[in-house]
């Protein structure tokens, strides 16, 4: 829903409105709805391109505030695996967001953290009473589930952003949002915090912070894994490198992420799977990379990196990955991963 009906869903639970939307796992306790606030129609959003927010961590905050980081529910579907989770134990859910871990690691660290998955189950009313401010990311899939997340935190009077590449790409899909980032981390992600240490208000009109100058991805911190338990998904991920050269036509990466693969150091994603391990130990790792050969030479260097992690750990993960079919071609990529 793009629109903001307060009176549809007044007299019904939010489970049942939940599962409308095919938003709701399974086995869940309902909980009552509140009324919803109404809100006036909405003039041009007030955009922001954030020239200037310069450095990779964000400037001390003033003020403390508590953040709900709510990664929507996945519209059911073959690509997310679901009907096999009954028959691997524990597993809940695909994959961790990493996206979503990234920015929890990534907040002033004199803010609270809480993070809900709600493949596993719902943002509770008392998850949002708890949250000065409420954090939502996803893909075009998650579409009505990331507004079904907004309407719940607004009748709450909560204020909410949200990021990611279903935003990225089309942000007229949520006008209802308190404030849009769009693009990677990086100077409007600074921009976003700085606003929020400054008031958690619902401002009268919607924000949008653009990215302009973006976050090495050397200098991204570990994904909050502590956050989550591994062990409920499906598959664990990891980021090296972000963009792909090529310019295949089913495919947008190129235009959000760039053409020049940009790189974590192999140290860097090292560190990372040793985090992945300590939150409990997957089956496997997939490599979310765009194109994990993007950059062949960057690939190489990575590779003896990931060999020598798996002797020291046992082989204890198998991992995988997203090549472009030229993969083929490439006997010494192929030689060392084989």
Request: proline letters at 9%; aromatic letters at 10%.
């Amino acid at each position: 829903m793009s629109d903001f009906r307060p009176q549809a869903f007044a007299s019904r639970t939010a489970a049942e409105n939940f599962k409308d939307r095919a938003c709701l796992p399974g086995g869940l306790i309902e909980t009552p709805r509140l009324p919803v606030a109404t809100r006036p129609p909405q003039p041009k959003a007030k955009s922001f391109c954030c020239e200037g927010q310069s450095g990779d961590n964000p400037a001390a905050v003033k003020s403390r505030r508590r953040i709900l980081c709510v990664f929507p529910r996945y519209a059911r579907s073959f690509g997310t695996l679901h009907h096999a989770y009954p028959l691997m134990g524990r597993v809940r859910a695909f994959m961790p967001p990493q996206g979503l871990l990234l920015i929890a690691a990534s907040i002033p660290p004199d803010w609270e953290v809480r993070f809900v998955d709600e493949n596993m189950s719902p943002a509770r009313d008392e998850d949002f009473d708890w949250a000065d401010a409420v954090f939502v990311t996803g893909m075009h899939v998650q579409r009505d589930c990331i507004n079904d997340v907004n309407e719940r935190a607004h009748r709450l009077g909560k204020i909410t952003a949200l990021g990611g590449p279903s935003v990225s790409a089309s942000p007229e899909w949520y006008p209802d949002f308190d404030i849009l980032h769009s693009g990677e981390m990086g100077d409007a992600t600074r921009a976003l915090y700085a606003h929020l240490d400054e008031t958690v208000a619902r401002p009268p009109e919607q924000l949008r912070f653009t990215t302009v100058e973006r976050t090495p991805l050397s200098s991204f911190p570990v994904p909050a894994y502590g956050l989550v338990n591994i062990q409920h998904y499906f598959l664990a991920s990891v980021q090296f490198s972000s963009g792909c050269p090529y310019q295949c036509e089913f495919c947008d990466i190129p235009e959000l992420y760039g053409r020049n693969p940009r790189l974590k150091t192999p140290e860097q994603v090292c560190a990372e799977l040793d985090a992945i391990v300590a939150a409990g130990p997957p089956g496997a790792v997939y490599f979310v990379d765009d194109n994990f050969i993007g950059n062949q030479k960057a690939a190489l260097d990575l590779l003896p990196h990931l060999i020598a992690w798996q002797r020291k750990n046992g082989y204890r993960v198998r991992f995988a990955c997203e090549p472009t079919l030229n993969i083929g071609r490439i006997s010494k990529v192929l030689g060392v991963m084989g």
